[in-house]
């Protein structure tokens, strides 16, 4: 990189076209206030400028060695003489214009043809250099024939009488600038970027300066001011192009050796810069990053030392009750700690103050804002590349841990007591059979006894009245037997491959024969006359013969009961129905719940446990079906089954026949709870 003076010379361009800008309104009031005091600070500032162009030159010509620069500093010196003859001549200063013969309009002519030759002849040079001897001798003698003319008052006569010779040399001059505009862009790649930028601007600002003058006719008026300003405009930008040019070049070439190292030393700071800002963008996005990644670890964050929070995530406002983690700054720890555990915190603390390694401080108690407890646990380490003595914990909620914990202890202990309560039952039913099967066994041998086939023998009633009962107890054990199975997940079903409609029609016409003597009406009814399907025949018979007991159990004589049977294809239905008693509607919700019972007075008029119709269920359940009841009090009551249609071919399923003939002595031990039937 080139180091140079001047930097952003773009800017300082723009910057002094923007100060010409706003110097005109103030020079055009001053103009119009005292316009004599105006037309001489304008040409003094010009002679300043001019000066310090030639002061300039001088001073650089011996290092800088530019041809053309170095004629700009003779003609600026050129025309400083007839700027100052210019001044004292001007009629409204009225400085020696007594003594002196020589009109101030004529030396104003002469300083501006003279500028614009010395600007043409300049151009010149730098488009042939070996040339600027011979043109230097020719603007000498140019010089020369002016500066003897201003001194005939006939050629003064009829500058100063004759307007078209005033237009006419204006003319000329715009044409001589028109000339070196066009050699400047020719010479375009002679020049530097700012010189030729300065020496374009100076141009045009010199053409534009000469129409005002032409079009303020030899007057005071306001083309006549934007002329003065113009031209010293153009003389200023002059004056920036050979300060750039000259001392730019200058200072290159006397400290080349401190330039190249001020340009080696430029370069690295701008290499260490880029890479400090890189740093900083790559820090800025880790800080954003674990500042996001922070804010959304669903544990809580905090920063603290021993007594205060410095810093939370919103996972830890959120623990701690607060709206903001900002709320947290310079709150003290303890409020947030449970009185019982105070103690115990403040001695993990110590502790992590002087490990360098992650430490878990176990369960710890916090006190929310709203005064609520939470129970945590904490894993800390101390952050001494924070600061000394800061601590960054990392805070986990176990409230619902712990919760889950007691709640599964208490399912245990709910499980241990439920087994132990299923395996009383189990044995209950079991010492309670061994007995029941000896007296059941008496029975039948005194039933076999010759004296006892007497129909009026009272003891026959007797016996008959003791088999009931026998039965009774028998199904009460068989069903709290089955009850424990199911609720152990023990109970399974014997599969057959079976027509269920035979079933369903042997156990009706076994009930309806068993009933006969109650004057009840069971009618059964099929869709279809044979339906194979995968079932366990003793689970159905079990449930067909509870829901006929049910109905007969409900039934006044004369009444009747139906059992419909319809296939769809996909599913079974299997409908009982009875015109009896019914169920009242707020109990139909709990008539398959366990224990249950319609009435539940000791005056009761039926007898039973309550678990018949969830046995049924839960049987149904086993095979994928459903059960549903609907009833309507003192007009009967609908259990309606439905079985999914299936026929397996697996090994689980049995392949040998199921026994009808059982059949008589199930319906006794299922109607055994109803003793209108007899035994």
């Known amino acids: 990189m080139q180091w140079n003076l001047l930097q952003n010379k773009d800017e300082s361009i723009y910057r002094k076209m923007i100060t010409f800008f706003l110097i005109v309104p103030f020079a055009m009031i001053l103009s119009m206030k005292n316009y004599n005091m105006y037309y001489f600070v304008i040409e003094l500032l010009s002679i300043v400028i001019c000066l310090m162009i030639f002061l300039t030159v001088i001073n650089s010509y011996s290092k800088s060695t530019e041809d053309h620069v170095a004629f700009l500093g003779i003609t600026t010196a050129s025309i400083i003489g007839f700027q100052i003859l210019n001044i004292i ?55 020369f024939l002016f500066a003897t003319l201003i001194f005939d008052p006939r050629i003064i006569n009829i500058v100063i009488e004759n307007t078209y010779f005033i237009g006419g040399t204006s003319l000329i001059i715009i044409a001589l600038l028109v000339i070196s505009i066009m050699l400047l862009f020719k010479s375009k790649k002679l020049h530097k970027e700012y010189f030729y930028t300065y020496i374009g601007m100076a141009l045009y600002a010199a053409i534009f300066s000469e129409v005002f003058y032409l079009l303020s006719n030899n007057a005071s008026n306001g083309y006549d001011i934007l002329a003065h300003l113009l031209q010293l405009a153009s003389i200023y930008l002059i004056y920036n192009a050979v300060i750039n040019t000259s001392f730019n070049k200058s200072f290159i070439e006397t400290n080349k050796e401190l330039i190249d190292k001020l340009s080696q030393t430029n370069d690295e700071l701008e290499k260490e810069v880029f890479i400090r800002k890189q740093s900083e963008n790559n820090l800025k996005n880790s800080k954003n990053k674990y500042q996001k990644l922070i804010a959304l670890l669903p544990d809580a964050v905090f920063i603290h030392d021993a007594n205060k929070f410095f810093y939370t995530n919103p996972k830890g406002a959120d623990l701690l009750g607060l709206k903001n983690p900002d709320e947290i700054i310079d709150k003290n720890i303890y409020d947030f700690i449970d009185d019982g555990f105070h103690q115990s915190f403040k001695a993990n603390i110590e502790e992590v103050s002087v490990s360098n390694s992650i430490t878990s401080r176990g369960e710890q108690r916090l006190i929310r804002t709203d005064k609520q407890f939470v129970d945590i646990e904490i894993a800390a380490m101390s952050v001494f590349e924070l600061d000394e003595g800061l601590i960054l914990s990392v805070v986990r909620d176990i409230s619902e841990r712990k919760r889950t914990k007691n709640l599964e202890k208490q399912i245990e202990n709910a499980i241990e007591h439920d087994k132990i309560k299923t395996e009383f039952f189990a044995n209950l039913s079991h010492e309670m059979k061994t007995p029941i099967n000896l007296i059941y066994s008496t029975i039948q041998l005194l039933e076999l006894d010759d004296n006892m086939s007497t129909p009026n023998n009272k003891l026959n009633k007797k016996l008959k009245i003791l088999k009931q009962n026998c039965n009774r107890i028998t199904r009460l054990v068989d069903n709290l037997i089955d009850i424990t199975k199911i609720d152990a997940d023990y109970f399974q079903l014997e599969l057959h491959n079976i027509d269920i409609i035979a079933i369903i029609r042997n156990i009706t016409l076994s009930v309806a024969e068993h009933v006969k003597n109650k004057s009840i009406n069971i009618r059964f009814q099929s869709e279809v006359e044979q339906r194979i399907m995968t079932i366990d025949p003793n689970a159905i018979e079990r449930i067909i013969l509870n829901l006929l007991s049910n109905a007969v159990k409900f039934t006044e004589p004369g009444d009747e009961i139906c059992v419909f049977v319809n296939d769809n294809g996909k599913n079974l239905q299997i409908v009982v129905k009875d015109t009896g008693i019914g169920i009242p509607k707020d109990k139909l919700d709990v008539i398959f719940d366990r224990f249950t019972q319609i009435d539940k007075s000791l005056t009761r008029n039926h007898e039973g446990s309550g678990i018949g119709l969830s046995i049924v269920k839960s049987l149904i359940e086993l095979h994928e079906g459903t059960i549903r009841v609907d009833s309507v009090l003192d007009k009967g009551t609908e259990f309606i089954v439905e079985l999914p249609i299936k026929c397996r071919t697996d090994k689980s399923i049995i392949i040998e026949e199921y026994n009808f003939d059982r059949s008589i002595d199930k319906v006794k031990v299922e109607f055994s709870d109803i003793y209108s039937l007899g035994a």
């Open 89 to 143: 001549t001007h009629e409204g200063l009225n400085i020696f214009t007594s003594e002196i013969q020589i009109h101030s309009s004529y030396l104003l002519i002469i300083k501006r043809a003279l500028y614009a030759i010395g600007l043409l002849s300049m151009l010149a040079i730098l488009n042939n250099k070996r040339r600027y001897h011979f043109i230097t001798v020719i603007y000498s003698i140019a010089f």
